[in-house]
């Protein structure tokens, strides 16, 4: 199996390799800062073009974009340089973030928010590459540190920021206040990284394998969420898409199982820690989807707080993330008799928070409940990370894992995005009704949690 990454360069200059530790956290910072940002703003600037009843839409097709393209970061980097890839990436970001604040029509911000949705599915790796690139592995968790803490900052205030700018001074400055760091970012990539030419003569780029997963991802997810709401279940416009997803989607796998270059590595999921492991990760993820979007949606539109209000829901997950990580890490290392339980506990948390937003959606405390539930699913989070990843890799050899990495990747996007295209269904059969839909939203993702527990108790043992 082909490695996805080159290995570390080992600049000799010390000098350069800081600034591109630099770059890398100023890259994720303002990836982190952008998308959470425009998330919050969502609802504000679709209902602002009059044309709220396409939120679901919108969401799941930006999501879908992330899932097809978080495959590609990787290969393009071996296929033309990964130098060339992440500075198109960025500049892609940039000038969605751009289109997204000045666009005079619905259409126009589309464009820009799909933009900004492709370049950023393509850099998501990008920042750890890059400090790979420039750390041994005796240093490397030195650097692994500074990018947790700068992902984690984002995650923190990213929502908050996004709300407060949004109901200060409108949207428009929502997704380019924090330019500068991606100014920042792409001048010191432009002069301290080198142009490492990365493409083989014996590796081809699977454009096939990409077309099809294009063709079976995107209008399975928006033919769901348009049935019943812009077009008629049984209009043969819907019915095309669902079923010509469909149809794709499983020659894509069987594409991808011939291949000699794949985008998705389909061989590994015969490791049964991989598989099992990946499927677990769709069940478990579905909670992303309310945690990161509609719960903003439901605060917003539903209990009609503002986005200010509904930007600092995620923030006791994020703390809890970052106060216990270290903590948790550590006693797991030397627990490992209890690493299935307390990956089952991880499910049992996110389904018990799930059943709580449900039973308390109508309450006047509703606001309360959110934020006891969003640190449950904190911890939640931190216990299948720690537990789910090596258990996943325990049957990989090492050339297999950066491989293993990007479908892990795939896997959690695709369960954000799996869960997005239901939750439109639901939002669809209740006239786009999220009071009455968040109750329903958040006992199917119960379910899943459920179903979790249940995949966890009959395959991996202790």
Not at 110 to 135: H, K, N, Q, R
Not at 322 to 334: D, N, S, Y
Not at 369 to 379: K, R, T
Not at 422 to 440: R, T
Request: net charge positive; charged share 10%; aromatic share 12%.
């Amino acid at each position: 199996m082909e490695i996805l990454y080159q290995p570390t360069l080992n600049f000799p200059d010390a000098r350069k390799n800081r600034y591109i530790m630099y770059a890398a956290v100023a890259l994720r910072l303002y990836m982190n800062l952008g998308s959470l940002g425009l998330i919050v703003s969502l609802p504000i600037i679709i209902k602002g073009f009059g044309s709220m009843h396409l939120y679901p839409v919108i969401s799941v097709s930006y999501t879908a974009i992330l899932a097809i393209t978080s495959l590609l970061g990787g290969r393009l980097g071996i296929f033309i340089g990964r130098k060339i890839t992440i500075i198109t990436a960025l500049s892609g970001i940039m000038c969605g973030s751009i289109a997204c604040a000045f666009a005079p029509s619905l259409a126009f911000f589309l464009l820009g928010y799909m933009l900004f949705g492709l370049s950023y599915g393509v850099s998501l790796s990008m920042p750890i590459a890059l400090l790979c690139d420039v750390s041994t592995l005796v240093d490397r968790p030195k650097y692994m540190g500074i990018y947790t803490a700068a992902n984690n900052i984002g995650m923190l205030v990213g929502p908050f920021l996004g709300g407060f700018i949004t109901d200060s001074f409108g949207f428009t400055y929502t997704p380019i206040y924090s330019l500068p760091l991606a100014i920042i970012a792409l001048v010191l990539l432009t002069k301290f990284y080198p142009r490492h030419n990365q493409t083989k003569h014996n590796v081809t780029f699977d454009f096939k394998g990409l077309i099809l997963l294009a063709l079976g991802i995107a209008p399975l997810v928006i033919g769901l969420n348009l049935g019943g709401n812009v077009l008629p279940w049984s209009s043969p416009g819907i019915i095309a898409m669902i079923a010509g997803g469909a149809l794709f989607s499983v020659l894509f796998v069987i594409f991808e199982r011939k291949t000699s270059h794949p985008l998705l590595a389909v061989n590994l999921f015969k490791v049964k820690s991989f598989s099992v492991a990946n499927l677990m990760l769709l069940l478990i993820v579905p909670y992303f989807a309310i945690s990161n979007s509609y719960v903003i949606l439901f605060v917003q539109d539903g209990l009609h707080r503002s986005a200010t209000i509904s930007g600092t829901m995620a923030m006791p997950k994020t703390l809890l993330v970052l106060l216990m990580a270290v903590l948790l890490g550590r006693w797991i290392t030397r627990s490992t008799q209890y690493r299935k339980r307390l990956m089952m506990l991880s499910g049992l948390l996110v389904a018990v928070a799930e059943i709580v937003l449900s039973l308390t959606a109508g309450m006047s405390s509703a606001i309360a409940f959110i934020y006891i539930c969003m640190a449950l699913f904190g911890i939640a989070e931190l216990l299948y990370f720690m537990t789910l990843q090596p258990y996943m890799q325990s049957e990989l050899s090492d050339q297999d894992v950066h491989a293993a990495m990007s479908i892990q990747s795939f896997s959690t996007v695709m369960g954000i995005c799996i869960m997005s295209a239901v939750f439109g269904v639901v939002l669809n059969a209740n006239s786009g009704n999220i009071f009455v839909s968040f109750p329903k939203m958040s006992m199917i993702t119960a379910a899943c949690s459920i179903a979790f527990i249940a995949v966890g108790s009959i395959f991996i043992k202790e």
